[in-house]
């Protein structure tokens, strides 16, 4: 019996990405590099056949996940378990200006301690609500289908960990992943609901 399959998608490129500034939950759309992104991995998600398509509620994941729904003829379910991290006061900010601000959280968020970073939202707190939102993805799909999620980059990062039931600190031997890069977790092949293991991580168009 073949496993299912569960890919998580980062969103395409913002101004802000590129500007080197934290957006956190404010909702910031693609720049133009983005949408070119969004539309070329668009046919690579299409060609897994994917069965579900489920994506965070920001607006870069609404319009990174347009043509992939396109592509896939699949409409996506939208939820906000799915976001990034929130970074309260300190969205909008660009490195430069955290830097300044605030050295030690700026040398924590450049690290992934988000804890350590005074205005973020709990790892803990991020990590349960992508693990619950992706097990009842995973849970939806029949034996040998896929499912993709659109999310973001540091809250795909600690769902991947978790997912492969590794030790927290781990996030840590993980890059930071690309805008639209993707990563591919299978179940042990014969055993449905068994542990996952990572076929793909920040594989990109």
């Not at 668009?42 to 994917?50: K, S």
């Not at 409409?75 to 990034?84: T, Y």
């Not at 992706?134 to 799909?141: D, I, K, M, N, V």
């Not at 609901?193 to 594989?203: D, S, W």
């Amino acid at each position: 019996m073949s496993g299912r399959t569960l890919v998580l998608v980062r969103h395409g490129r913002t101004a802000w990405n590129h500007e080197g500034r934290l957006q956190g939950q404010l909702d910031i759309g693609l720049d133009e590099h983005g949408h070119a992104q969004a539309r070329q991995v668009a046919p690579q998600i299409a060609a897994l056949r994917p069965s579900l398509l489920w994506c965070s509620d920001l607006e870069r994941t609404r319009q990174t996940v347009a043509p992939i729904a396109e592509a896939s003829g699949l409409e996506p379910v939208f939820d906000k378990r799915l976001r990034e991290f929130s970074f309260g006061e300190y969205e909008s900010l660009s490195h430069a200006e955290l830097a300044e601000r605030d050295p030690a959280g700026y040398a924590a968020l450049r690290a992934g301690r988000y804890d350590d970073v005074p205005a973020a939202e709990p790892t803990e707190a991020v990590r349960a609500r992508m693990v619950e939102a992706l097990t009842e993805l995973l849970a939806e799909l029949a034996p040998g289908e896929t499912g993709v999620a659109i999310s973001h980059g540091a809250a795909i990062r600690e769902a991947t960990v978790a997912l492969l039931g590794w030790p927290p600190e781990q996030t840590h031997s993980l890059r930071g992943l690309d805008n639209c890069g993707r990563v591919e977790l299978v179940e042990t092949p014969g055993v449905a609901g068994g542990p996952l293991r990572l076929r793909a991580y920040n594989r990109t168009a």
